[in-house]
Structure formats: structure tokens, C-alpha cells
């Protein structure tokens, strides 16, 4: 891991083939820090919280039987079988 010391307004820009993404320290507080981030619309920036809750989905996803979901639907009324 590398680490970078900023003081407010500095930034850091990362390459990664062909796009820069620069990273912008905007404000400290005591216990939080608020980044900016400026990079090309097809790079996606996403917190890990969210990273780690949709692989989660993903797997649960997987996890439900076809006989399972169709017996949800007719529950829901969503299917006329």
C-alpha cells in the first residue's frame, strides 16, 4: 500500500492505461476526510461498501432456485402458470 501525505486542495493523479484519474483532497474534518474524484464517465469509482453489498446480491442471487422463484411469483401474483 502506498502511502500519501495532502494537505487540502492537493491532489494525486493515477494512471492506469490509457485514463488519469486525479483524486483530490477537498476537506478534513476530525474523524472524516472528503475526496473528489475526476476520471473518464467509462471508469467507475465506487465506494467499498457498495463493491462488497452487490457481490453479496450477486452470490444470494445465484442461490435461489428456479422452483423457489417461480413459487415467489405466484405468491406475488406475478405469474399466471
Do not use: C, Q, W, Y
Request: aromatic share 2%.
Amino acid at each position: 500500500m502506498l502511502v500519501i501525505t495532502r494537505k487540502t486542495n492537493e491532489s494525486i493523479i493515477i494512471e492506469a492505461g490509457e485514463h488519469k484519474i486525479e483524486v483530490v483532497l477537498l476537506e478534513t474534518s476530525k474523524d472524516k476526510v472528503k475526496l473528489g474524484f475526476a476520471a473518464p464517465k467509462e471508469v467507475k469509482i465506487m465506494r467499498h461498501e457498495l463493491l462488497v453489498a452487490k457481490s453479496l446480491n450477486v452470490e444470494a442471487s445465484k442461490a435461489v432456485s428456479k422452483n423457489a422463484l417461480d413459487e415467489l411469483m405466484k405468491f406475488k401474483g406475478g405469474r399466471k402458470d
